[in-house]
C-alpha cells in the first residue's frame, strides 16, 4: 500500500495507516514485542516519516504500540499477566459504563443494542462457515459495535474512550481464540442473548454478572 500527497492530505493517510497496523497486530501479523521500525514500516505500508510516526504515536495511546527509550518502537507484549490485566480493567469500566446506560438509556439507545446483536449474530453464523481473514475481521467489528452501543449511553465519553481502547487492545486475544478453534459458539450466543435480555429489562443486576462473564470467557487465555 503505497500513499502521496500534500500535507493536507496527511490526517487521512494515518487514519488509514492506523487501520491497516491495527489489523495486523489484532491478526498477529505483526507479533508481540516486535520491533517497529519506521522505514521497514513505510516499506510494507506507506506513508511518510511523519505520518508513520504520527500513526504509532496513534497506537501507543491505544495500547497496541510502546515506545521505548531511545530504541523507537514495538508491539505492546501479550503475556497472560497483560491479558489478565486487560480483562481486570476492561470489566471494571465496562460495568460502569453499563450501569450508566441502563439508568439514562432511553428507547432507542435499546434500539442500537439490538441492531448491533443481530448484525454480530449475522457475522457469528459466517465466519463459522468461512473464517477466512476478511470474515474474521468483520466479525471482530461486529464485536466491538456491540460492546461500544450497549455502553453508548452512558454519558461519558471518557468511559466511551477507554471501553474502545481496551476492547482494541483485547482484539489478539479474541483472533487468536478464533483461527484455534476455542470459541465456544453456542455458549456464546446464549450469554449475548441472556444479556441483551436483561439490558431490555433493565435488570442492572443480572445484565453486569452477564458482562463480566463475558469478557471474561472472551479474554480466555
Same mark, same amino acid.
Given at each position: 500500500?503505497?500513499?502521496?500527497?500534500?500535507?493536507?492530505?496527511?490526517?487521512?493517510?494515518?487514519?488509514?495507516?492506523?487501520?491497516?497496523?491495527?489489523?495486523?497486530?489484532?491478526?498477529?501479523?505483526?507479533?508481540?514485542? *516486535?520491533?517497529?521500525?519506521?522505514?521497514?514500516?513505510?516499506?510494507?505500508?506507506?506513508?511518510?516519516?511523519?505520518?508513520?510516526?504520527?500513526?504509532?504515536?496513534?497506537?501507543?495511546?491505544?495500547?497496541?504500540?510502546?515506545?521505548?527509550? *531511545?530504541?523507537?518502537?514495538?508491539?505492546?507484549?501479550?503475556?497472560?499477566?497483560?491479558?489478565?490485566?486487560?480483562?481486570?480493567?476492561?470489566?471494571?469500566?465496562?460495568?460502569?459504563?453499563?450501569?450508566?446506560?441502563?439508568?439514562?438509556?432511553?428507547?432507542?439507545?435499546?434500539?442500537?443494542?439490538?441492531?448491533?446483536?443481530?448484525?454480530?449474530?449475522?457475522?457469528?453464523?459466517?465466519?463459522?462457515?468461512?473464517?477466512?481473514?476478511?470474515?474474521?475481521?468483520?466479525?471482530?467489528?461486529?464485536?466491538?459495535?456491540?460492546?461500544?452501543?450497549?455502553?453508548?449511553?452512558?454519558?461519558?465519553?471518557?468511559?466511551?474512550?477507554?471501553?474502545?481502547?481496551?476492547?482494541?487492545?483485547?482484539?489478539?486475544?479474541?483472533?487468536? *481464540?478464533?483461527?484455534?478453534?476455542?470459541?465456544?459458539?453456542?455458549?456464546?450466543?446464549?450469554?449475548? *442473548?441472556?444479556?441483551?435480555?436483561?439490558?431490555?429489562?433493565?435488570?442492572?443486576?443480572?445484565?453486569?454478572?452477564?458482562?463480566?462473564?463475558?469478557?471474561?470467557?472472551?479474554?480466555?487465555?
Amino acid at each position: 500500500m503505497f500513499f502521496s500527497g500534500s500535507k493536507k492530505d496527511d490526517d487521512t493517510i494515518v487514519a488509514v495507516l492506523a487501520s491497516a497496523l491495527r489489523r495486523d497486530i489484532a491478526f498477529g501479523t505483526l507479533l508481540p514485542d *516486535q520491533k517497529l521500525k519506521i522505514a521497514a514500516l513505510r516499506e510494507r505500508y506507506g506513508g511518510s516519516n511523519h505520518s508513520m510516526r504520527e500513526t504509532l504515536r496513534i497506537l501507543s495511546t491505544e495500547g497496541l504500540v510502546e515506545a521505548t527509550a *531511545q530504541r523507537g518502537f514495538r508491539v505492546t507484549s501479550a503475556t497472560e499477566s497483560d491479558v489478565h490485566d486487560i480483562s481486570m480493567v476492561r470489566t471494571e469500566v465496562e460495568r460502569i459504563a453499563l450501569a450508566r446506560a441502563l439508568e439514562r438509556g432511553d428507547v432507542a439507545w435499546e434500539g442500537r443494542v439490538i441492531a448491533a446483536h443481530h448484525t454480530l449474530r449475522k457475522l457469528e453464523e459466517q465466519v463459522q462457515e468461512a473464517p477466512d481473514d476478511m470474515v474474521a475481521l468483520k466479525w471482530d467489528e461486529a464485536c466491538r459495535a456491540f460492546s461500544a452501543a450497549y455502553v453508548d449511553a452512558c454519558e461519558s465519553p471518557r468511559l466511551i474512550d477507554l471501553q474502545r481502547k481496551l476492547f482494541d487492545q483485547s482484539r489478539r486475544c479474541r483472533l487468536a *481464540q478464533l483461527r484455534e478453534g476455542q470459541l465456544d459458539w453456542t455458549s456464546r450466543k446464549t450469554r449475548q *442473548q441472556a444479556l441483551v435480555d436483561a439490558i431490555l429489562k433493565r435488570s442492572t443486576e443480572a445484565a453486569l454478572k452477564l458482562l463480566s462473564t463475558e469478557i471474561e470467557k472472551d479474554l480466555k487465555s
